[in-house]
């Protein structure tokens, strides 16, 4: 069983900053991969961004390519979701979620965390 506890959400001013983190206990972090995942009100959860277990490789959907970074640290167990210039279509409530294979589908995934909002003013 795998535990997931995402961070760092806020309201920010449209063209600011934030870090999403992602703990992860209960099993060895190194083996999933993470994906990072977003739910705005009346939408569906749509993929943002993810990284193997290795590090070795990321993905990102199109709409984030440039301002979103995905990182993680295996000896803290924690995924990063680096998001700069952030607009107020940002706005959502963000997930991590643990799975075998990179994969954009939700269904793909084992493990989520309970979410942080992240809303963006204009």
């Known amino acids: 069983q795998v535990q997931l506890v995402e961070s760092g959400g806020g309201l920010v001013q449209a063209g600011g900053s934030l870090r999403l983190s992602c703990a992860a206990s209960g099993h060895t972090f190194s083996t999933y991969s993470m994906g990072w995942f977003r739910q705005a009100p009346g939408k569906e959860r749509e993929f943002v961004s993810a990284?193997?277990?290795?590090?070795?490789?990321?993905y990102y959907t199109d709409s984030v390519k440039g301002e979103f970074t995905i990182s993680g640290d295996n000896a803290r167990n924690t995924v990063y979701l680096q998001i700069n210039n952030l607009k107020p279509e940002d706005t959502a409530v963000y997930y991590c979620a643990a799975g075998g294979l990179i994969r954009t589908s939700p269904t793909e995934y084992d493990y989520w965390g309970q979410g942080t909002q992240v809303t963006v003013s204009s």
């Open positions: 990284i193997s277990w290795s590090g070795s490789r990321t």
